[in-house]
């Protein structure tokens, strides 16, 4: 059974940094594209980094430059690294799982999903 347990969301003020970590079980991510996606209040579910079984990594652009997607395969763990946080970063991140080993912008091509971790940034 697949379980993705994401951690380390929270409060911060504009211009700070959190790191997002997303435990694994039941798959090794190393073999599967892996995902960080976000929804904030109404707005739509928002891709905003993946990376390949092969360590290509994909950002969108409102985070490109601010963000870093990473792995430790040992741990088998995902971590999303933000840094120079904006309110409007604001917003529920989850992780997601692939069955295949290339990456998607799609969410709905992502089959196992984690619970979510609220990140709220301060003005």
Not at 81 to 110: G, H, I, W
Request: net charge neutral; glycine share 10%; charged share 15%.
């Amino acid at each position: 059974q697949v379980q993705l347990v994401e951690s380390g969301g929270g409060l911060v003020q504009t211009g700070g940094s959190l790191r997002l970590s997303c435990a694994a079980s039941g798959l090794t991510i190393s073999s599967h594209a892996m995902v960080w996606l976000r929804l904030a209040p109404g707005k739509d579910l928002e891709f905003v980094a993946t990376i390949n079984s092969r360590g290509s990594t994909y950002y969108g652009d409102s985070v490109k430059g601010r963000f870093t997607i990473s792995r430790d395969n040992a741990k088998n763990t995902l971590y999303l690294q933000m840094n120079s946080l904006k309110p409007e970063d604001t917003a529920v991140y989850y992780c997601a799982a692939r069955y295949y080993s290339a990456s998607s912008f799609s969410a709905d091509e992502y089959a196992y999903w984690g619970q979510g971790t609220q990140v709220t940034v301060s003005s």
